[in-house]
T-cell receptor, first 114, second 111 residues
Framework: DSGVTQTPKHLITATGQRVTLRCSPRSGDLSVYWYQQSLDQGLQFLIHYYNGEERAKGNILERFSAQQFPDLHSELNLSSLELGDSALYFC?????????????FGPGTRLLVL | DAKTTQPNSMESNEEEPVHLPCNHSTISGTDYIHWYRQLPSQGPEYVIHGLTSNVNNRMASLAIAEDRKSSTLILHRATLRDAAVYYCILRDPTGANNLFFGTGTRLTVIP
């Protein structure tokens, strides 16, 4: 158990809908990262928040947005969903935002868009 | 981040040692070599990292070539629980902390 929690575990929705994925980092970790894992693209970095502020963006679509709240949990919002958004979404956390830090990953949310 | 090259897949017999190679010929002087693995239906987990010297921890050993252009993750006695995709990732300690996962090596452990 990494200490990172993600809800829900599974999500099934229809095209055009909007969903929110939630992540709670390990106690004491200030950084939260979101990754998407699909069959054709592998594991890809989406976005990084540190102590409530956005620090880096990766291959995140404009239909996707995220935020980190004062209690440090983070939410990833996916809107106007398409079939291709079906994937595993992982969040990870670390104490500091630099390249020395180990990232601890949650169990993921499996999203299926029908 | 500099790129790494790993074999797509490897097989090992249970209880045998496994050597997972990684080439990183464009590594910079300050890049650390990190290994993560992803067990089936789980998120990635940290395995080990090193800079120049060989490293050991409870999970594995990391052997780094003298010119740092390649490294090898060593699992001393593979178990069925070690079946996973193993990712070799270069990290600039002063740079962004997001991880770049390549395709990794899928390790199959044969009972």
């Amino acid at each position: 158990d990494s200490g990172v929690t993600q809800t829900p575990k599974h999500l099934i929705t229809a095209t055009g809908q909007r969903v929110t994925l939630r992540c709670s980092p390990r106690s004491g970790d200030l950084s939260v990262y979101w990754y998407q894992q699909s069959l054709d693209q592998g594991l890809q970095f989406l976005i990084h928040y540190y102590n409530g502020e956005e620090r880096a963006k990766g291959n995140i679509l404009e239909r996707f947005s995220a935020q980190q709240f004062p209690d440090l949990h983070s939410e990833l919002n996916l809107s106007s969903l398409e079939l291709g958004d079906s994937a595993l979404y992982f969040c990870a956390s670390s104490k500091q935002p630099n390249g020395r830090e180990t990232q601890y990953f949650g169990p993921g949310t499996r999203l299926l868009v029908l | 981040d500099a790129k790494t090259t790993q074999p797509n897949s490897m097989e090992s017999n249970e209880e045998e040692p496994v050597h997972l190679p990684c080439n990183h010929s464009t590594i910079s002087g300050t890049d650390y070599i990190h290994w993560y693995r992803q067990l089936p239906s789980q998120g990635p987990e940290y395995v080990i990292h090193g800079l120049t010297s060989n490293v050991n921890n409870r999970m594995a050993s990391l052997a780094i070539a003298e010119d740092r252009k390649s490294s090898t993750l060593i699992l001393h006695r593979a178990t069925l629980r070690d079946a996973a995709v193993y990712y070799c990732i270069l990290r600039d300690p002063t740079g962004a902390n997001n991880l770049f996962f390549g395709t990794g090596t899928r390790l199959t452990v044969i009972p």
